[in-house]
């Protein structure tokens, strides 16, 4: 069976599935979601002292940690792993280059995240993924590296900045590549993002039920100015964070804390957007 077939068959069925799921409520049976951490919120504590900034991340109260590099623990899975399991804290994913997929690095790429028990392996940013020459290479790439991870439980997939949703004739990039590749590729929706790009992340969301399965929870409104903290604003936060729950199938949600105003440090201002995620989800 080609590509294009596995592709055309898994269109249809996720179209079926979209269209029972826009006719469901947003949450079809709510579940407690663990919060993480991207590690690129406090990246100065992490160059400092990596040990010391997890620390702080757990004794803050978080579950998890997605990774955005690996500091003194690199070439040390199983330290990176006895360091988590000694705070408490669980491998919530990764942001990895596209390049960990291709050739000889992709059987390391699996070792070194299986033995730190993370599943989820999402590439930050790609320029094939808008190159009109290129995009259907990258997803591709994307399709045979889930093939790939399946056996060992684990997720490739792409983050969103605004880039990914520049039209490509009458459909976005983002569409595009949702279409091209199969359920197993993960769409990690950076909610702050969407919100920048002017768009409505419950709608994209509903275009593909069940991909969202791990959420950058961000403060990040269309102007691109406003509060810096989850909960400070007037936003429908509940409305958006159910749909990932119910729609999407998100499993983690994860905070990036990319301004640090009034003075405060990275660590206290990612502190400030937990403690706000917490009140909207009632914890």
């Known amino acids: 069976m080609t590509n294009q077939e596995l592709t055309r068959r898994d269109m249809i069925k996720w179209s079926v599935a979209g269209a029972l799921w826009r006719s469901m409520p947003l949450v079809a049976q709510e579940k407690k979601i663990p919060i993480g951490v991207q590690l690129y919120s406090v990246r100065i504590d992490c160059a400092k002292d990596f040990d010391a900034a997890l620390k ?105 900045h605004t880039a990914e949703f520049k039209k490509a004739d009458d459909k976005t990039y983002w569409d595009l590549f949702g279409e091209r590749t199969s359920k197993d590729v993960i769409l990690q929706m950076d909610i702050g993002w969407v919100r920048a790009a002017g768009l409505d992340p419950v709608d994209l969301i509903r275009k593909f039920p069940g991909r969202i399965k791990t959420t950058h929870v961000k403060a990040k409104p269309p102007s691109g100015q406003g509060k810096a903290y989850i909960g400070q604003d007037d936003y429908d936060w509940k409305r958006v964070l159910s749909a990932c729950s119910g729609m999407g199938g998100t499993d983690w949600f994860l905070i990036e804390q990319e301004e640090y105003p009034e003075g405060k440090t990275p660590m206290e201002c990612t502190k400030i957007s937990l403690d706000g995620l917490k009140a909207i989800l009632k914890r």
């Open 56 to 160: 702080q991340i757990a004794e803050m109260g978080f579950e998890g940690v997605e990774f955005a590099g690996y500091y003194k623990y690199k070439d040390d899975a199983p330290g990176l792993k006895k360091k988590l399991d000694e705070l408490g804290l669980k491998a919530a994913g990764t942001h990895i280059g596209a390049a960990s997929f291709q050739g000889d690095s992709l059987k390391q790429t699996i070792e070194f995240h299986r033995t730190i028990g993370c599943k989820f392996l999402i590439v930050p940013g790609e320029p094939r993924f808008t190159d009109p020459e290129k995009s259907k290479e990258y997803a591709e790439l994307m399709n045979k590296t889930a093939q790939a991870l399946k056996n060992e439980g684990m997720f490739c997939g792409h983050h969103n």
